[in-house]
């Protein structure tokens, strides 16, 4: 058998098992981190979770594939262990890249979402209080109340 091969053959089958794993880690550990990013709606959480598992499959399997072709024809078994140490590292970069900026996004929305909780007072307004400034600028006074 060509060396070629059993090169593309181990690399699409190192490449989708971490693909794979990866994808899971996410998926199982973001769905935590989702629900508290979506107040505890774990339906929400668990139907965005899943979206992004898709999206992170199609990328990361759409890049294996295209990064599939060697360069050069593997003539030795130093050459299939090069070609095959490159190809991965290269994977592995990429399914870095995807992880961070997975964590990234993903931390930008439990920012905004923590910033709204916090901008929501505790309690609605229960009345108003007279106002002490008088002048040009200050607003008109009510009277009493009649009634």
């Keep these: 058998m060509d060396l070629t091969v059993v090169a593309y053959v181990v690399y699409l089958l190192i ?21 508290d990013v979506l107040k505890g ?6 139907a965005v979770n899943h979206l992004l598992v ?11 594939a295209l990064y599939l ?4 024809a593997v003539a030795d078994a130093r050459g299939l262990f090069e070609a095959l140490s490159v190809k991965i590292g290269v994977v592995l970069l990429v399914l870095g890249v995807m992880h961070l900026a997975n964590v990234y996004v ?10 709204e909780r916090e901008q ?5 307004p229960q009345g108003w209080t007279k106002q002490a400034a008088t002048g040009p600028w200050a607003p008109p006074t009510a009277g009493p109340a009649q009634g």
């Design 106 to 115: 993903l931390n930008k929305i439990r920012r905004r979402g923590v910033m």
């Design 41 to 46: 709606n774990e339906k929400l959480a668990d």
């Design 69 to 72: 072709k060697a360069a050069d």
């Design 120 to 124: 929501t007072p505790p309690v609605g």
């Design 15 to 35: 490449s989708v098992a971490l693909t794979v794993w990866v994808a899971r880690t996410l998926s199982r550990n973001g769905k935590i981190f989702l629900a």
């Design 54 to 64: 898709v999206g992170f499959y199609l990328v990361n399997l759409g890049f294996v």
